[in-house]
């Protein structure tokens, strides 16, 4: 019989991990001469971004920044890079290297960790899609206690998402420096719910005693 229906409601929630890093090298050099303080600088940064694309960091995932400046008698050079990964265990390797190397002449700020708009897109879209499917599911165990089966889907609708935790703008208050690694990106861990409303047709089973 026509407008037989289900109606059911089904939630999910997910959560997703940062996609990508931040660190910030800062190094500077104070000399007598202007020279001796740009090659102090130059030969720190070479050396950084070399490493970096020996272990595979692409060169746009890698900004310089530099600053000269005459201080009373002397010359100053500062410089900051800022390097971008989306391998956290390679992350870990420039970084171990590059202290072992350069020591305390160089300044390596904690990672901070964060997502790509792309990364909360595809969260959106998943935590929908297992909304839908608990949906679906529960409506297909409400048709089986009747004896029925779960006919084609007459409405799917979103009814409420929700998001939180997790770091999309890359200018965030910094975490406090005793947070440990899987701390910090426990604490970029971005989390979305989503709730559904859906309408199913109901499939009557045939009567075994109408075929005899």
């Not at 020279?35 to 694309?53: D, K, P, T």
């Amino acid at each position: 019989p026509a407008g037989r229906e289900v109606h059911v409601s089904g939630s999910a929630e997910l959560s997703a991990r940062p996609d990508r890093a931040r660190v910030s090298l800062r190094l500077g050099s104070r000399k007598e001469a202007a020279g001796a303080a740009r090659s102090s600088v130059s030969r720190r940064l070479h050396y950084i971004a070399h490493s970096a694309r020996q272990r595979g960091v692409p060169e746009e995932n890698m900004t310089v920044t530099e600053d000269f400046s005459k201080v009373e008698n002397t010359y100053q050079m500062q410089a900051e890079v800022c390097i971008v990964f989306s391998d956290f265990g390679k992350m870990q390797n420039v970084c171990n290297l590059l202290i072992e190397k350069l020591g305390t002449s160089v300044t390596i700020s904690p990672p901070h960790f964060y997502h790509t708009p792309e990364a909360i897109e595809t969260l959106r879209r998943q935590v929908c899609v297992a909304a839908v499917g608990n949906t679906r599911q529960k409506a297909q165990e409400v048709c089986r206690i009747f004896g029925h089966s779960l006919g084609r889907p007459l409405l799917i609708k979103e009814e409420e998402t929700k998001e939180w935790g997790g770091h999309i703008d890359n200018y965030l208050p910094r975490c406090p420096d005793s947070l440990t690694l899987q701390e910090r990106i426990q604490s970029a861990t971005a989390y979305a719910s989503s709730r559904v409303f859906a309408v199913f047709e109901i499939k009557g089973k045939e009567n075994r005693r109408s075929k005899l």
